[in-house]
């Protein structure tokens, strides 16, 4: 079965710092995308960023350009979302998430096949 597993979410005042893990198991394929994204309070899920295992490329959107990093963790086949310069408009539950297209990276939740449960961010003013 394929496994998402997300952690790292948390409570941190703005400024401050969070680092969110997801960690895959269980992928029929090898190569994929895996994304994070975010969704608040009535709306709908927003995509925050992703990478391709294929080549490297990420993608995030504009709001977290510059403050958030995704990296990949190939011994642990996870993934990290570093998020520095918190703000309170960044509080949400965040998933991870993959799909099977790797070519290109796109924050559209509709082409990711498999998702994680959520882990929420709460960054306080």
């Known amino acids: 079965d394929v496994q998402l597993q997300a952690s790292g979410g948390g409570v941190v005042q703005a400024g401050g710092s969070l680092r969110l893990s997801c960690t895959v198991s269980?992928?029929?394929?090898?190569?994929?995308?895996i994304g994070w994204f975010r969704q608040f309070p009535g709306r709908e899920r927003e995509g925050v960023s992703a990478?391709?295992?294929?080549?490297?490329?990420?993608a995030y959107t504009d709001s977290v350009k510059g403050r958030f990093t995704i990296s990949p963790d190939n011994a642990k086949n996870a993934v990290w979302l570093q998020m520095d310069s918190l703000k309170p408009e960044d509080t949400a539950v965040y998933y991870c998430?993959?799909?099977?297209?790797?070519?290109?990276?796109?924050?559209?939740?509709?082409?990711?096949?498999?998702w994680g449960q959520g882990t929420l961010v709460t960054v306080s003013s």
């Open positions: 998430a993959v799909s099977k297209w790797y070519m290109s990276v796109r924050l559209r939740a509709l082409i990711f096949d498999y």
């Open positions: 269980g992928l029929p394929f090898e190569d994929y995308a």
């Open positions: 990478l391709s295992t294929y080549n490297g490329a990420t």
